[in-house]
């Protein structure tokens, strides 16, 4: 995800072969998570989980956006982003850093396929998880999908935010306001910027073409986020726990395509 700043640029409209594009890069990002699940089991590292995906993607002649992405201290140094329980987003993966029962862990992943990127991420469950920390990985999914229920032409930005945060605000949760969902193309960052909270009727009016990611991180106590000093770790300033999922989403002629759709889930 983007950190929030303010923007105005001009949101690219993508033809139907630059659609084409981004659909196998999300469809190959969509299939690098699949390949990931069944690793994410108590006893294996988050970076083993980045090697396992590092090796997957190039075998495929793909290429990870997030290695040696630019950052304000240092560019990303790993594959992926592995962001264990009250990490919110852009854990960087370690050898030492062992994924244990009870754990929850977002896998981000973003492949590059013929310069498009395809970025999806999911929170998986680490063995037995809590119950209420159960209902915080469920409630972000369907944040998500309330997000993505929103989208058609002539709706607003605003009208995804809302969704999302009406949802996780009456389910008792909060939603972080200093990461927003982004279009993404060629270019991994760019406008508009998807908030996850918001109000209904306000900001950019969605077209056809337009192609961003809804990616809501939500948090079971405060929605605030701190950075750690390697410039990308964001974590919780409660150290509560913090969940997220994202799709890159199309705006249709009459709706919203999920381009990161699993090919497995369509089928199942
Ligand atoms: N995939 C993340 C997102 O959803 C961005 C990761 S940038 C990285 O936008 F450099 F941390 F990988
Ligand atoms: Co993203
Ligand atoms: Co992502």
Redesign the pocket.
């Known amino acids: 995800?983007?950190e929030q700043q303010t923007s105005s640029e001009v949101i690219t409209l993508l033809s139907s072969r630059e659609l084409e594009k981004m659909r196998k890069a999300c469809q190959m990002a969509a299939q690098l998570l699949d390949y990931l699940t069944p690793y994410v089991k108590p006893g294996i590292s988050t970076l083993e989980l980045n090697d396992l995906a590092e090796d997957w993607t190039k075998k495929r002649g793909a290429v990870s956006?997030?290695l040696g992405?630019e950052?304000t201290v240092m560019p990303?140094p790993k594959s992926i982003?592995t962001s264990v329980n009250e990490v919110i987003?852009?854990g960087i993966p370690r050898a030492e850093e062992i994924l244990r029962d009870g754990d929850i862990i977002n896998i981000?992943?973003?492949p590059i396929v013929d310069g498009y990127h395809g970025?999806t991420?999911r929170t998986f469950l680490v063995g037995n998880v809590a119950s209420r920390t159960r209902k915080l990985v469920e409630v972000t999914e369907e944040c998500m999908w309330r997000g993505i229920r929103e989208v058609k032409p002539g709706a607003r930005i605003g009208d995804i935010g809302a969704a999302i945060q009406e949802y996780a605000e009456a389910e008792g949760f909060s939603v972080v306001r200093d990461f927003v969902g982004?279009g993404v193309h060629r270019i991994?960052?760019t406008a508009p910027q998807v908030p996850h909270y918001g109000v209904r009727g306000k900001g950019k009016k969605l077209r056809p073409g337009m192609v961003f990611?809804i990616?809501p991180m939500i948090n079971l106590g405060s929605h605030e986020a701190e950075i750690l000093t390697d410039g990308?770790t964001a974590l919780t300033v409660d150290r509560q726990l913090s969940a997220q999922f994202?799709h890159t989403v199309a705006v249709t002629k009459t709706g919203v395509e999920v381009l990161t759709l699993s090919p497995a889930k369509v089928l199942a």
């Open positions: 995800m983007e956006a997030p992405y950052g990303f982003c987003c852009h981000d992943v973003t970025d991420s982004h991994f960052h990611t990616e990308w994202e």
